[in-house]
């Protein structure tokens, strides 16, 4: 099992470009999220789907939209990029959205915006 | 509400000395605690988690942590460092909050190990 996969690793874009965070799970989850990682301030939440067919905001939107396309894949898409949305982007995946479930990271997508 | 505060933003071991990492958590209710380790350029690893059963919890590479209700903390410790424990590591409290399954990360402790 891959785990969770997310491409790209890297990307560079200018102001006012768009582009799309892919992310999979082959874990056969329910549930998956699109994190944010500054320094020194941990992981925010961007998005959540909490199953297949449904999307909700986390702690810091504004700025994204997300796609549940199927139960394995979940897509992170900036519309129009500003230099704020530099970060390194985390998705994950749990089993389903009780306390107790840890959540599967992926390795990540470190994206600069110019 | 819930919220984790890691109380050292950096610490600095000897290889073979002990280590610990601290973290006290605020719930309203019993939560659910883990703690993630993220090495350079990597994603992140669950290393141990805490969900109500024993107070002393395993983890992975040696390190453990203890649940203290009084103290509202749960401090990750191993005996003895390695070079390859060098890392990030984040205290997480987990509770069900509108329908999902929310984390909370500290701000994260960069351990540093020397030789």
């Known amino acids: 099992n891959a785990g969770v996969t997310q491409t790209p690793k890297f990307q560079v874009l200018k102001t006012g470009q768009s582009m799309t965070l892919q992310c999979a799970q082959d874990m056969n989850h329910n549930s998956m999220y699109w994190y944010r990682q500054d320094p020194g301030m941990g992981l925010r939440l961007i998005y959540y789907?909490?199953?297949?067919?449904?999307?909700d905001k986390g702690e810091v939107p504004n700025g994204y939209n997300v796609s549940r396309l199927n139960k394995r894949e979940f897509s992170l898409r900036l519309e129009s990029a500003a230099p704020s949305q530099t970060s390194v982007y985390f998705c994950a995946s749990s089993p389903r959205t009780s306390g107790g479930n840890e959540q599967f990271f992926g390795p990540g997508t470190r994206l600069t915006v110019l | 509400a819930q919220s984790v505060t890691q109380l050292d933003s950096h610490v600095s071991v000897s290889e073979g000395t002990p280590v610990l990492l601290r973290c006290n958590y605020s719930?309203?209710?019993?939560?659910?605690l883990f703690w993630y380790v993220q090495h350079p350029n990597k994603g992140l690893q669950l290393l141990l988690k805490?969900?109500?059963?024993?107070?002393l919890v395993k983890g992975i590479n040696g390190f453990e942590a203890e649940f203290k209700k009084s103290e509202t903390s749960f401090h990750l410790t191993k005996p003895s460092a390695h070079m390859s424990d060098a890392a990030e590591y984040f205290c997480v409290v987990s509770g069900r909050t509108g329908g999902y399954n929310k984390l909370i990360f500290g701000a994260g402790t960069r351990l540093a190990v020397h030789p």
């Open positions: 805490y969900t109500s059963a024993a107070t």
């Open positions: 719930s309203s209710y019993s939560p659910s």
């Open positions: 789907s909490a199953s297949e067919g449904t999307t």
